[in-house]
């Protein structure tokens, strides 16, 4: 368990049907949280985990751009 500000919000938009990162946690849509590390989207992806949150199907390419997204947010740091 993490508190949320050290974790970020993957959302899905029904209305554009896109899933994406929110770093404000402010987008409209359903979300999740995930860890900022990018090594905490493949259990994620294993278990299905955020189709079942965002009560959606994740296609490999969503899950390929939330990796490079997450990773270039691991690179910059929760706070800068």
Partial sequence: ???K???IRIVY??????VE????GKKAGRGAYICRKAECLTPARKKKALERS???SVSEEI????AKELSLVDEV????
Avoid at 13 to 18: C, I, L, R
Avoid at 21 to 24: A, G, N
Avoid at 63 to 66: Q, W
């Fill in 1 to 3: 368990m993490k508190q």
């Fill in 5 to 7: 500000r050290e974790l």
């Fill in 13 to 18: 938009n029904q209305a554009q049907s896109t």
């Fill in 21 to 24: 990162l929110d770093p404000t």
């Fill in 54 to 56: 965002l009560k959606t």
């Fill in 63 to 66: 899950y390929e751009n939330l």
């Fill in 77 to 80: 740091g929760p706070d800068e």
